[in-house]
């Protein structure tokens, strides 16, 4: 927002250079990015009359002009198109020197001599225009050799240009900015009073009426009526200011609107009355698709829901009395009812809109004006009288509009003052000072926020409705604490050393996440990232049945369902790099998915699962199930199971119906008893009709390749009470040699190998000390649909060595335990 000084001052006697102002206001939070001096410069320029323009031979872009600045005929090459015989322009002679160090001399341009130059306002450091030179035909005084400065009233100024933050309303008005720099510079700050406007003629109800048909959207709305209004040029102070602010003065009385928004932050409207049929206005909310032209001339569909969250396509429309539109209530008018040269009724608008409904109308029409900008952040309700009785007097100033006595007010639910208690101990907690009540009180008091002493010993603070930043209850408190630490001066609390030992460090999920990828990478897998966001198709190749939670606002119409599973997303990176040429890939994903909730209203039980393709030479379920061994060992992880599909019910998931397992641990589920199965997640090879939807074929023959799986849901397999770890307590070393003895079972196909493996461990007694796997075999000396399964077991005693008698109970007790549970046979 720019701020000239000169307007600050209007507020408070501030002094001092310009940097340490800006400085002071950077503390104070509001940040300034620029600072930009004005009005220098511009002592050599005068006001000058074109009398003759002529086109020069050979040039179609310069043309020769003749001005008076007073002292008689002066000739000039110029650029510019945009003024005509008789204009009055700003001329800069030669030897002046323009803002910025230019300095003006003769030059000769196709062979004619500029002696001097015409300015824009960008040349003379007043505004960014510097397609034309400025014509000051409406500036009175603005006679031929008078001084430009003299003449528009200028005089030397420094603007600055503040960042105000969203959550500052208050700020965003000259108003706002210098009273936080006066409380902080302990200067007297003051609203200047404004007089109650004069009044006659006929009331203002019997000139317009206002019927506001939804105060949900808009608490408050005013209405004033001003006749005998005559269109014309704002006054050089006026204009000037809105000028510095960055506004470009259009007439008297919108320029008295955007003065009084940018003086004191409440946007007002001015209606041609004679031009709204009915003679008045009507607010209500849009109809879903109605349209209204706005003032820059495009024309907005409304009342139509939005992507944006809560966007409901609840927009507010400003109507004549009729119920045609005629503006977007807080964002823009319309073209229809705009103040024109033969306006001389004015019908002034001041409302209050709930700052959410406009700030969702603005984004989503991408329709971003001054007015919304204050709108949607909160303008104060109970400023609007003030507002319009300021709007009256800055008009006042260039023309004898009559104010019609009374005023239209519809209110609603607008919002109060907010009462808080505040404890000045809670204060010092915060900021790590020790101000008592009345030191806090003091620290308030300039900012507009009272605080008396109340009972026990807490202040009761009163905050304005200008304030809408400041919260309720215990949030509210914190947010007192801070006013009083932007008054005070944030420098001068004091600095304390932080109390915690190990600031930043990673939690256990993190170190653990970090740890599963470094595993990962371990095993030659690289990590991929592939989006979360899938097709319809997607999630119909692996057979997903049901709804899937979709976009509201897809940036691809297809891709808008966020996926269930990250098979289709690594099958087609693999399916990428395979038509690439890269054939041994093993590539693994830590992300998210997203499964539907069963009530189809929930929020989202979001899962972060480690996932894994094996596709390398040779790869396969085989590849997995090492992965997730090593995976384990790693992890220390203890008491997880491969469960074949016909154990627990169902296919795997996208996986082969017969070659691939759950992962499942007996501990504590997140939602579960203790010793309830969770599923921990699933090894095995995916279907193969799944792979071969993605395209992923072997290149030597064109079949489908066999491609390894491992999911792991990381929520169950980091948690410790749902996964146990091994303990890391260390055993004694026995002196004694161990003995190992190899047995062999046949089992169906449809027993898994850890299932064997764990009734070996439980019934080789106390010295077993390892069981493992070492072959699989399958063929026709076991019998169709049946494997061999061979385990070495080795037993070893820490007091002894073990005797043959011994090793051969164990031996008997484990293949007896083996064909009871499995309906094995030993394997001779």
Not at 1 to 30: E, I, K, N, Q, V
Not at 227 to 242: D, E, Y
Not at 508 to 521: A, E, F, L, P, Y
Not at 736 to 763: N, W, Y
Request: glycine share 12%; hydrophobic share 40%.
């Amino acid at each position: 927002m720019r701020t000239p000084l000169s307007w600050l001052r209007d507020f408070a006697p501030f002094d001092g250079s310009p940097a340490d102002l800006a400085a002071t206001l950077d503390d104070l939070g509001l940040v300034v990015e620029a600072i930009e001096p004005v009005g220098e410069g511009l002592e050599q320029v005068v006001v000058a009359r074109v009398e003759e323009i002529a086109a020069i031979d050979g040039a179609d872009r310069i043309r020769r002009v003749i001005v008076d600045a007073g002292d008689g005929p002066v000739e000039v090459v110029c650029g510019a198109w945009n003024f005509s015989v008789g204009d009055r322009v700003p001329f800069a002679p030669v030897g002046s020197v323009l803002p910025g160090g230019f300095a003006i001399g003769r030059r000769k341009m196709k062979g004619v001599v500029s002696n001097g130059m015409l300015c824009s306002g960008r040349e003379l450091a007043l505004t960014d225009d510097h397609e034309g030179i400025m014509v000051l035909n409406d500036v009175a005084g603005a006679s031929p050799g008078v001084s430009f400065t003299e003449a528009l009233g200028i005089e030397a100024d420094v603007v600055f240009d503040i960042a105000v933050e969203a959550n500052r309303p208050d700020a965003w008005c000259m108003a706002g900015v210098a009273r936080d720099l006066a409380a902080r510079l302990r200067l007297p700050f003051a609203v200047p009073a404004v007089d109650a406007p004069a009044e006659g003629g006929p009331s203002v109800g019997e000139l317009a009426t206002v019927r506001v048909e939804d105060t949900e959207l808009c608490p408050r709305f005013t209405a004033r009526v001003l006749t005998g209004v005559r269109v014309g040029p704002s006054p050089a102070l006026v204009a000037r200011r809105l000028t510095l602010a960055g506004m470009r003065p259009i007439n008297n009385v919108v320029d008295a609107s955007n003065y009084v928004m940018l003086e004191l932050g409440q946007p007002t409207h001015p209606y041609d009355l004679d031009r709204l049929p009915g003679g008045g206005l009507l607010v209500r909310r849009a109809e879903p698709g109605e349209r209204v032209v706005t003032l820059d001339g495009n024309e907005r569909r409304l009342g139509t829901p939005g992507p944006g969250l809560g966007d409901t396509g609840d927009d507010c429309l400003i109507c004549d009395a009729d119920g045609t539109p005629v503006g977007i209530g807080g964002v823009m008018g319309g073209e229809s009812s705009e103040i024109g040269g033969s306006t001389q009724r004015v019908l002034l608008e001041a409302a209050y809109f709930v700052p959410m409904a406009i700030a969702r109308t603005s984004k989503r029409l991408n329709l971003r004006t001054e007015a919304s900008a204050r709108f949607e952040r909160g303008c104060d309700p109970s400023g609007i009288d003030r507002a319009v009785a300021r709007f009256c007097e800055v008009l006042g100033t260039s023309t004898d509009a009559v104010v019609a006595p009374g005023v239209l007010d519809v209110t609603g639910d607008v919002p109060e003052p907010l009462h808080l208690s505040v404890r000045s101990d809670r204060i010092n907690a915060l900021l790590g000072t020790s101000f008592d009540s009345p030191e806090v009180a003091g620290l308030l008091a300039p900012l507009g926020i009272t605080a008396e002493p109340s009972d026990g010993g807490a202040l009761a603070v009163t905050v304005p409705t200008f304030r809408p930043d400041i919260r309720p209850g215990p949030l509210g408190e914190a947010d007192i604490a801070e006013e009083v630490a932007r008054t005070f001066g944030y420098s001068r609390l004091p600095r304390r050393q932080p109390a915690w030992p190990q600031p930043g460090r990673l939690t256990d999920t993190q170190r653990g996440r970090r740890h599963v990828k470094d595993v990962m990478v371990g095993l030659g897998a690289s990590e991929a990232w592939t989006s979360s966001i899938v097709t319809a198709a997607d999630h119909g190749a692996l057979g997903l049945e049901g709804p899937s939670i979709e976009i509201a606002n897809p940036l691809i119409s297809d891709e808008r369902f966020l996926r269930r599973s990250m098979v289709p997303g690594l099958l087609k990176a693999l399916a990428y790099n395979l038509d690439r040429r890269q054939d041994a890939l093993r590539l693994f994903e830590v992300g998210t998915v997203f499964p539907y909730p069963e009530d189809g209203r929930a929020p989202v039980a979001e899962q972060e699962l480690l996932c894994a393709v094996f596709a390398g030479s040779g790869d396969d379920a085989r590849a997995a199930t090492v992965a997730w061994r090593t995976l384990a060992d790693a992890l220390r992880i203890d008491g997880v199971s491969l469960l074949t599909p016909s154990t627990l019910g169902g296919q795997v998931g996208a996986l082969h119906p017969t070659r691939s397992a759950w992962l499942v641990s007996v501990g504590r589920s997140r939602h579960g008893a203790p010793g309830q199965m969770v599923e921990v997640g699933a090894v095995g090879e995916l279907d193969p009709d799944i792979v071969a939807a993605f395209g992923i074929g072997d290149p030597t023959d064109g079949s489908v390749r066999r491609v390894g799986w491992l999911q792991l849901d990381l929520g169950y397999l980091l948690d410790p009470a749902v996964v146990p770890r091994r303990d890391l307590g260390s055993r004694p070393v026995s002196r004694f040699p161990s003995s190992d003895i190899d047995l062999a079972f046949v089992v169906d196909d449809l027993v898994g190998a850890d299932v064997v493996g764990e009734t070996l461990s439980r019934a080789g007694g106390s010295f077993l000390e390892s069981v493992d796997l070492f072959d699989v075999y399958r063929g026709a000396s076991v019998g169709p649909d049946r494997r061999s399964l061979a385990y070495r077991l080795r037993f070893c005693a820490p007091d002894r060595t073990l005797t043959d008698d011994e090793i051969g109970d164990y031996r008997a007790q484990c293949i007896a335990a083996v064909a009871r549970e499995h309906r094995a046979e030993l394997r001779g």
